[in-house]
């Protein structure tokens, strides 16, 4: 996407014009009215709007498209998209600068988990499908799954789908989100953030895109949480991006630290460290056909 649509969209979203447009605002004379921008101003937004495809014009004014049902409802997560998210990780970039010198990210936006969510369900179906085979191919036999920290329960469904017992486990506020979308799912919900420990156990725990957003501290306190939620012989596996098999790994780091409270990227020696120091054996890394990620693992002991 070009920057300036971005930057264009993040500016109608702060000014309100994107609110107006999707709910009461349908002429250019309505838009400056509800939001206090000016009337060159709200023309030239709904003219760019249109011809971005965000707005269809009609004869009265114009009517949101299907491009705009993001913004226009965070109901249904498969119908917000990327995009929102998007904006909010722009917000987090314009935001670093103070970031860097407080220490402190900016107060999330009030749709901002609802954003990630859908986000998280617009993932392209070819790398849902290529981390759990990955994941998969470290543990055969499995016939348990936990996707811990599973979002909108996007590659919980790909392991429901093939077959295996599935729980996603995720703090509260995403499971409630997550109810209406997966009531009809072979899913098993579980409101507990994995930091803190599941319940049950688990042949094999999946964490998609997991690691880099947390400490090293907390990395380390995530594995030894999930090392009682496998039983002897059970598997953890990571899928995410290695510093060291990244293309750029300083910007893949300098956007966890404008995205995340702790996160950084992870080499994978790293991971050995946080699995050794939990107990894990066997640990291995090997690349997930066709992405840029890596799938991690790690084994408890048979004998332990």
């Not at 000016?38 to 009265?60: M, N, P, Y």
């Not at 919900?189 to 090293?216: I, K, W």
């Not at 594995?223 to 995410?240: E, F, I, N, S």
């Not at 300083?250 to 995340?260: D, H, K, N, P, V």
Request: charged share 25%; proline share 6%.
């Amino acid at each position: 996407m070009d920057y300036r649509e971005l930057l264009f969209l993040r500016a109608a979203r702060e000014t309100g014009v994107l609110d107006a447009v999707v709910t009461d605002a349908d002429t250019v004379a309505a838009v400056a009215d509800e939001t206090g921008v000016t009337e060159r101003a709200a023309r030239i937004g709904v003219e760019t709007l249109c011809d971005l495809g965000f707005l269809h014009r009609t004869d009265d004014g114009f009517e949101p498209t299907n491009r705009m049902l993001g913004f226009l409802s965070k109901t249904d997560l498969r119908s917000i998209g990327s995009l929102p998210h998007e904006l909010d990780t722009l917000d987090d970039w314009i935001a670093l600068p103070e970031t860097m010198q407080t220490g402190d990210r900016p107060v999330p936006s009030p749709d901002a988990t609802r954003n990630r969510l859908g986000a998280m369900a617009a993932l392209d179906e070819g790398d849902v499908r290529a981390a759990v085979t990955a994941a998969v191919h470290e543990h055969p036999d499995a016939a348990t799954v936990l996707d811990a920290y599973g979002g909108s329960g996007t590659f919980s469904r790909e392991f429901a789908r093939r077959g295996y017992d599935v729980t996603l486990a995720d703090t509260q506020d995403v499971v409630e989100v997550d109810e209406p979308l997966l009531e009809h799912e072979p899913v098993s919900l579980q409101a507990t953030d994995p930091l803190d420990g599941v319940e049950g156990t688990y042949d094999l725990v999946f964490c998609a895109n997991t690691a880099r957003t947390l400490s090293p501290d907390d990395n380390e306190r995530l594995l030894d949480a999930l090392y009682d939620a496998v039983p002897p012989g059970g598997t953890v596996v990571h899928v995410d991006r290695l510093r060291d098999h990244a293309e750029n790994p300083g910007l893949l780091a300098a956007e966890m630290l404008a995205r995340t409270d702790g996160g950084n990227a992870y080499a994978e020696a790293d991971f050995g460290e946080w699995f050794a120091a939990a107990g894990f054996e066997r640990p291995r890394v090997s690349d997930v056909p066709g992405t840029r990620s890596q799938a991690v693992a790690a084994d408890r002991p048979a004998n332990d």
